[in-house]
């Protein structure tokens, strides 16, 4: 079964492999301060379902809480270590299975 890739827009992709989805940095917005989307639409409904979303930092376009608060219930996602201390909108995210991550760490997702 091929790799499936769709980019969303800045940092935003989906993953599609052995039918595990993996979504990246997810931004569910038009802009974010100064950033805009100048190509696309804001990715679609189903982009928010994903066996695992990752966020790769802690910048506001990366780790963007009500873009996360999009997300399906039950979501697995993964955030960089320290970023509930960090970031406390991540608190109110309890529809999430929110894991924290550090350089280097291995997780499986799925079988």
Do not use: Y
């Amino acid at each position: 079964m091929p790799v499936e890739v769709t980019w969303w827009g800045h940092a935003t992709c989906t993953v599609e492999d052995s039918d595990i989805r993996v979504l990246t940095d997810p931004l569910f917005a038009h802009r974010l301060a100064h950033l805009r989307r100048r190509r696309g639409a804001v990715p679609p409904a189903e982009a928010r379902h994903a066996d695992v979303a990752l966020v790769s930092h802690l910048h506001a376009d990366h780790l963007h809480v009500p873009s996360l608060a999009l997300l399906a219930p039950g979501t697995r996602l993964l955030v960089p270590r320290g970023a509930r201390r960090a970031v406390p909108g991540l608190r109110r995210l309890t529809h999430l299975d929110v894991s924290e991550v550090a350089p280097g760490d291995v997780t499986t997702v799925g079988d």
